[in-house]
């Protein structure tokens, strides 16, 4: 995967737990005399499981805490990097941007042309829940799905729970995730049924 990837890994890794625990996962992953990790040069993904291997031997947190930790961690480092203007972009609301997730990487093929992306379905239903299915060439990543909604849910500031119902892992056909949103999306003051405020 792109430096970008192994980067917000080590940056997560370090800020969270302090550089002494990033040097020492390096150290495990027998990446000690990489000096750091370009942005935009595509690294086997060997590295990057060799990372979050090593991690949580260091961190004694397991994979999928690691993994879901940083899916989170994703949303506000993405946006930190220069990556803001792609997300604001994406959608105004959630579900919006759930919808436009592959074009979202479609945009980010352009600074990396390499890019294997994942690929997002998402059925709506009007109860405020949805299905999101993740299509990958990967395997193992569903953790970070679950935590890159959370941290979708924190930047809208829409309270929601996520639910993993068939996972690659566990030997089911696809993975898919249900997502339930505590409330309705917050849209902008224009979009309220003028019927709804009381005189
Ligand atoms: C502006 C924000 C974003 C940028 C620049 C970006 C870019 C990237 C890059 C460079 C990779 C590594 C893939 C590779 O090197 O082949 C990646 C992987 C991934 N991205 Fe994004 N991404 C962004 C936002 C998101 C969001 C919001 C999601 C939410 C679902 C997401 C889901 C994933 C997943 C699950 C992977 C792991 C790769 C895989 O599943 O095969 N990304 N992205």
């Known amino acids: 995967m792109y430096g970008l990837v192994n980067r917000a890994i080590q940056q997560m890794v370090s800020s969270h737990h302090g550089e002494d625990a990033w040097q020492r996962s390096t150290l495990r992953a027998d990446l000690q005399d990489l000096d750091f990790f370009s942005t935009y040069q595509a690294y086997p993904d060997d590295v990057t499981h060799r990372l979050v291997a090593a991690a ?37 609301t959630l579900p919006e941007f759930l919808d436009q997730l592959d074009n979202l990487h479609a945009r980010a093929a352009i600074a990396f042309p390499e890019l294997q992306p994942p690929s997002f379905r998402c059925q709506h239903s009007a109860d405020q829940t949805m299905e999101l299915e993740y299509r990958s060439k990967r395997q193992g990543l569903a953790p970070m799905v679950t935590g890159l909604l959370h941290g979708l849910g924190k930047r809208f500031r829409t309270p929601l729970t996520v639910d993993q119902i068939a996972s690659r892992d566990h030997g089911d056909a696809k993975d898919l995730f249900h997502v339930r949103l505590a409330t309705p999306p917050d849209r902008s003051a224009e979009h309220v049924d003028p019927s709804m405020i009381q005189e």
């Open 56 to 92: 949580t031997e260091v961190l004694g947190l397991s994979g999928e805490q690691i993994m879901q930790a940083f899916g989170e961690y994703w949303i506000t480092y993405t946006a930190s990097e220069g990556y803001e203007q792609l997300l604001e972009s994406t959608g105004e």
